[in-house]
């Protein structure tokens, strides 16, 4: 079956400490994204990338990092620079043009200790 | 730029009740409009679309019509169901923005139907 994974699911963290966040996606899609969910709040885009060995700040950019080296894989690492990284992130993956579909992974909730 | 604006919850109804969540959005181009719902610890699923004024999306018995002369895009369901608990996330996909093409989402809505 075609869709996103993320992992690991729950993900805890100590201050001070670079996290890696996976995203695989087997839709052969070529765009990815991945986003952040604070309670109550709507999704804010973080990182895109719309094609391999390509990518672009989003609007919360400052304190994370990506690479796209392959067209299934989008990680996203949440650095020591993230001032407040506890959040809910969400990988997602859509075929360009812009309108179409955006599949959604599960998730990844980070908790920094 | 792009914004989406959604009623605040939560929305607490009796099941085989009415539902309607409101969406209003704001968009420099002809977007594309987005219901997604997302269930407790998961990620987002696509519940319905529209592409074009008036234009109707419809899943499970939700519906949604794209109002471009009032800027909507209100979810309706004749009949929850406790399975329908979720939050709803209206979103929207601007043609004009061929550079990021992601998507603009409201702040959400969590719907809450009780036996």
């Known amino acids: 079956d075609g869709g996103i994974t993320q992992s690991p699911k729950y993900l805890f963290r100590k201050e001070g400490q670079n996290v890696t966040l996976s995203c695989e996606q087997n839709?052969?899609?070529?765009?990815m994204y991945w986003y952040r969910q604070d309670p109550g709040q709507g999704l804010r885009l973080i990182y895109y990338?719309?094609?391999?060995?390509?990518?672009q700040k989003g609007d919360i950019a400052e304190g994370y990092s990506v690479s796209r080296e392959k067209k299934e894989s989008f990680p996203l690492t949440v650095t020591s620079a993230q001032k407040n990284p506890t959040a809910f992130y969400l990988c997602a993956s859509s075929m360009p043009p812009a309108g179409r579909d955006q599949f959604f992974g599960p998730g990844t909730r980070l908790t920094v200790l | 730029g792009d914004s989406v604006t959604q009623m605040e919850g939560p929305v607490t109804l009796s099941e085989e009740a009415f539902l309607t969540i409101n969406c209003t959005y704001t968009a420099t181009g002809y977007p594309s409009l987005f219901w997604y719902v997302q269930y407790p610890g998961e990620g987002l699923q696509l519940l319905l679309k529209a592409t074009k004024a008036d234009d109707k999306g419809s899943n499970k018995g939700f519906e949604a019509t794209y109002r471009k002369e009032t800027t909507s895009f209100h979810l309706e369901k004749g009949s929850v169901q406790v399975s329908d608990s979720a939050v709803y996330f209206c979103a929207l996909s601007d043609p004009l923005d061929t550079g990021r093409r992601a998507l603009t989402f409201g702040s959400g809505t969590r719907l809450q139907v009780q036996p």
């Open positions: 839709l052969n899609h070529d765009a």
């Open positions: 990338s719309q094609i391999v060995n390509d990518f």
